[in-house]
């Protein structure tokens, strides 16, 4: 069931899963992380719980419950008179965020190197692919998503109850900002860490995979960062 997500001024829509036993606080959840993730939330527009009900179709409860969980970790902020807001994104907030993504994520994908078999290799390739799609067409969002599902597809090869829930918060709180400077910034000069970590998986280098998940964090967010902070 789709519904245009309040907060982007776009035609863009928010999907509510469609796992038929979940319960309704957890779909919408997913559907607002995803939202954020996909860069949806513009900083800086509020919405309210109303507003996201009405377009999600569902009450306000489950909207109440799944905002109250975004809320704590960090990914939303909810005002006195329940206006809810993407948290601004300050120098040194953005400089914490980076550094402890390029830590985590370089651990998760060694972790995850002995579980990628070469079903899991496919689908990697496949996002890269879509990902190089859209950058040549200037879908910012597409982008994004493409970027998120490559990474993802690498950290979750592995299970983890600890450390994946963690990096999952890191672009929570990532997407929204990266949206707001993806849709102009030139991404065709960066090197090609993507295919320098699908090399390293090929060949089990577990180094050599951790420094192309590490230098490609570091990489897109030093262009973002000089553009878009002070």
């Not at 919405?47 to 009450?59: E, I, P």
């Not at 990474?151 to 929570?172: D, G, K, M, Q």
Request: with cysteine; proline share 6%.
């Amino acid at each position: 069931m789709a519904r245009v997500l309040a907060g982007t001024g776009a035609e863009k829509t928010a999907q509510l899963p469609d796992a038929l036993y979940a319960p309704m606080h957890d779909r919408v959840y997913e559907a607002l992380r995803e939202g954020l993730i996909g860069g949806d939330f513009v900083p800086g527009r509020p919405v309210t719980l109303r507003g996201l009900a009405d377009m999600l179709d569902v009450s306000p409860m489950p909207v109440r419950a799944a905002v109250a969980r975004l809320v704590a970790e960090g990914a939303l902020a909810l005002t006195p008179t329940r206006r809810i807001s993407v948290p601004v994104m300050t120098a040194d907030r953005f400089e914490e965020l980076v550094r402890v993504r390029i830590l985590l994520e370089g651990e998760a994908a060694v972790r995850a190197l002995p579980a990628v078999d070469a079903a899991r290799l496919a689908e990697i390739r496949a996002h890269d692919s879509a990902l190089e799609r859209c950058l040549a067409e200037g879908d910012a969002q597409g982008y994004m998503r493409a970027n998120h599902a490559f990474h993802f597809a690498i950290y979750r090869a592995a299970p983890s109850t600890v450390l994946l829930p963690l990096v999952e918060n890191l672009w929570l709180q990532f997407g929204p900002f990266m949206r707001l400077v993806y849709e102009g910034l030139d991404m065709t000069g960066l090197v090609d860490q993507h295919g320098r970590a699908i090399g390293a998986i090929e060949r089990r280098d577990a180094a050599e995979l951790r420094a192309a998940i590490e230098a490609d964090i570091a990489d897109g967010m030093s262009i973002i960062g000089g553009m878009a902070l002070p």
